[in-house]
């Protein structure tokens, strides 16, 4: 794929850009590929193409979407290995990790494919009938980050264009490729407009949510981008569902098997690097079993192999990219600064390409930016507790709420945490596990709306009620 040419998807037809940028492999710090850098009119193509579609769209019966959903997700199977690879290319995760994400996407269409649409009869009297329907809003513009470029894009795309909803799909600036080469195998499958997808630098972003042919943005990135997407969607009223940032607490409780739990403990965190919104960002232990676990959880990371993701056998990749690399880094430092004890790592690596080592702080102080902030990184705090009172005001003193793991064998007991914890998602005994059926979003400053479920659809979906007086009608 190295001197494949990549275009963008307006219109049905491949567009080339007129600019392009360059993308490099995370593992290398190279540029391999050029991705095109849409100019302002290319965008507007690409959102008058979504326009003209949406009429058609809409009227098209909810069974054709279905299939054609569910054609997409096919053509994605097809081609894993193909996108795949250059998923691990351009992103850095490990291959199997890679075909993960791919595969997931195709997934995530075709489960989303079976929702249902609601419509609620609250009314049939002898005087009048009242029907609340949903339809679709309009232009989406689907704005996915870098770490999971694919399933992320498909938690957009299945529930909106299931709904009758036209889409312009940007993916993040670091990680386009996939993302326009899946444009270039859907060519031909969905009527012409009905998805579009563009690629492009920083500038784009911003563009696109301040379209004025945009109705809904649906963004997923961190909070501090996601709330210029709001500040820039209320110039037209745009409806927007964000899907933010997070510093998800695990809480492990002293009746675990900590040689049980160590190994499950340990990929909470670090899978993907670290740079999963829901990753776990803050290990709190109880303090009789701080030490053994403390112990297995660092005997585990030393049998971890990084490396490029390409290669067999690596299970964590590089940081994505420069930007966040150079961010992990200075949360290290920080740390380092303020005498903070490292079980392992915190050195930075010699090697080419964004790695950083697995780094386990102990027990630094509920203030280090370490436990306050989103590292989205390899670096992981573990934090000693006393008692339940104080560890779930801990948990839950955060600008965020994305997610939470409790790890207990008394479930009811685990059962009544997950009620006192503001968190949008919470695992027992697990971690990271979404599924297409259920609700996923965040409290507080972790995202608006949900995706994902009933609920996630109807994140796509402007409702109308109709009210129809049965009595004399002259
Ligand atoms: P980011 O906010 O920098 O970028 C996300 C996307 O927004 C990219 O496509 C980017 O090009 C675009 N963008 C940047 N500035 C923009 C602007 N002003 N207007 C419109 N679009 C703009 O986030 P990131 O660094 O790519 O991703 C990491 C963050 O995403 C983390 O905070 C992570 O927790 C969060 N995240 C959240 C979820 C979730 O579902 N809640 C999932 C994955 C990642």
């Known amino acids: 794929m190295a001197d494949h040419k990549f275009t963008m998807t307006i219109n049905g037809k491949a567009v080339a850009g007129t600019e392009t940028f360059g993308v490099e492999n995370p593992a290398t710090g190279e540029v391999f590929a050029q991705a095109p850098d849409c100019s302002k009119a290319e965008l507007d193509a690409a959102v008058a193409a979504a326009r003209d579609a949406f009429p058609a769209w809409k009227a098209t019966p909810i069974a054709r979407r279905r299939e054609l959903l569910n054609v997409m997700a096919g053509i994605i199977m097809q081609n894993v290995p193909e996108l795949s690879r250059l998923l691990t290319r351009e992103q850095g995760k490990p291959h199997p990790d890679a075909e993960g994400d791919v595969g997931g996407g195709a997934f995530w269409l075709m489960e989303s494919s079976r929702h249902e649409i609601p419509e609620h009869v609250s009314e049939d009297s002898a005087e009048r009938h009242a029907v609340t329907r949903y339809g679709p809003i309009g232009v989406v513009a689907a704005i996915v980050p870098w770490n999971f470029p694919v399933i992320l894009a498909a938690f957009k795309l299945g529930p909106a264009l299931l709904a009758g909803n036209t889409v312009v799909l940007k993916p993040a ?23 579009n997808v563009v690629s492009g630098s920083d500038r784009l972003g ?32 745009k409806r927007v569902t964000l899907e933010l940032g997070g ?32 990753a776990t960002k803050r290990m709190y232990i109880h303090k009789d079993i701080y030490e053994p676990l403390k112990a297995a959880i660092v005997e585990y990371a030393k049998t971890v192999k990084i490396g490029d993701g390409a290669e067999q056998g690596t299970q964590i990749g590089p940081i994505q990219n420069s930007a966040q690399y150079k961010r992990v880094l200075e949360l290290i430092q920080d740390a380092r600064d303020n005498g903070y004890t490292f079980l392992i790592g915190g050195e930075a690596s010699k090697v080419p390409g964004y790695f950083v080592p697995i780094t386990i702080l102990d027990n630094p102080p509920e203030s280090a930016r370490i436990v306050q902030e989103e590292q989205f990184g390899p670096v992981l705090p573990l934090l000693k507790f006393d008692n339940l009172d104080e560890v779930i005001g801990r948990a839950n003193d955060s600008e965020y709420g994305l997610g939470a793991s409790i790890w207990s064998s008394d479930i009811d007991r685990a059962q009544d945490i997950a009620t006192r914890l503001q968190a949008g998602t919470v695992w ?13 979003g965040g409290f507080k400053q972790s995202g608006i709306g949900v995706e994902g479920g009933p609920e996630g659809v109807l994140e796509f979906c402007q409702a109308q009620t109709v009210f129809t007086r049965k009595s004399a009608t002259a």
């Open 173 to 195: 600036p670091t990680t386009p490729l996939t993302t326009l080469r899946i444009g270039e195998l859907l060519r031909g499958v969905l009527p012409d407009g009905v998805l």
């Open 247 to 278: 510093n998800d607490p695990a809480i492990v409780m002293p009746d675990v098997d900590v040689k049980k739990v160590a190994e499950d403990l340990f990929w909470a965190a670090f899978r993907n690097t670290g740079q999963i919104c829901i």
């Open 428 to 440: 027992i005994n697990e971690s990271q596990h979404l599924s297409p059926h259920a609700a996923f």
């Open 206 to 237: 911003p563009w696109l949510t301040a379209h004025k042919g945009i109705d809904k943005v649906s963004f997923t990135g961190s909070t501090q981008t996601g709330k210029k997407v709001m500040e820039s969607a209320a110039g037209s009223l």
